[in-house]
């Protein structure tokens, strides 16, 4: 598949330096972190998944496109990577979702077992900047990683957090999350909670 649109500049480099920032990202759930990379992503994901896409991708992955997506996007992807692609959310290993209200149930994507908790789906979301706030308010976050707790700072809706807590209460199987903002990167780990207010 030819695709215009060139990779990283420096493979190992850029692959290295994102791989270090989304293992913060999830180890420091709530935090804002930047990718720092020079990428021209293709119509439908920003620098950050992008970058993301290209560090965690390879030919034994299986991907999820959430449909919508430009189909510029998915031979990119499979050009740059090498990844193959399912119809099926609950066989991918990632799922690459530009939408946010209309995307499948958390429950939908696989979810581990309990020798293999880590075989489960990670989703990569992209947000609007509107999504994600400066000023630091509700909800806050509990868990791993966390000093007592942490305001999340990307606004997401209730439906949202109700499957995020059945997420949760599965641990230690469920998904992980990074929500994606032009070059900056949130997670989201399972073991990450939502504290009632």
Not at 42 to 60: F, H, V
Not at 121 to 132: F, W, Y
Not at 139 to 149: C, D, E, V
Request: proline fraction near 7%; charge should be negative; include cysteine.
């Amino acid at each position: 598949m030819i695709t215009n649109l060139p990779g990283f500049q420096d493979l190992v480099h850029d692959s290295q330096s994102t791989f270090r920032v989304l293992l913060n990202a999830l180890s420091r759930p709530g935090t804002i972190n930047k990718i720092s990379v020079q990428l021209t992503p293709p119509t439908g994901l920003n620098i950050a998944c992008a970058a993301a896409c290209l560090t965690l991708l390879d030919l034994e992955t299986l991907v999820w496109l959430q449909p919508g997506l430009n189909e510029e996007v998915k031979n990119w992807l499979l050009f740059h990577t090498g990844c193959r692609f399912t119809e099926k959310t609950n066989q991918a290993d990632f799922a690459v979702i530009w939408n946010l209200d209309n995307m499948p149930n958390l429950s939908q994507f696989k979810q581990g077992t309990p020798i293999y908790p880590e075989d489960s789906t990670t989703l990569l979301i992209t947000v609007g900047t509107n999504n994600v706030r400066t000023i630091r308010e509700t909800p806050q976050l509990t868990g791993a990683g966390i000093n007592q707790q942490i305001t999340m700072p990307i606004d997401l809706p209730d439906l949202f957090w109700q499957q995020w807590q059945q997420n949760h209460n599965s641990y230690p199987l469920g998904i992980d999350i990074y929500f994606f903002s032009e070059d900056k990167v949130v997670g989201l780990p399972r073991t990450s909670c939502k504290t009632n207010q």
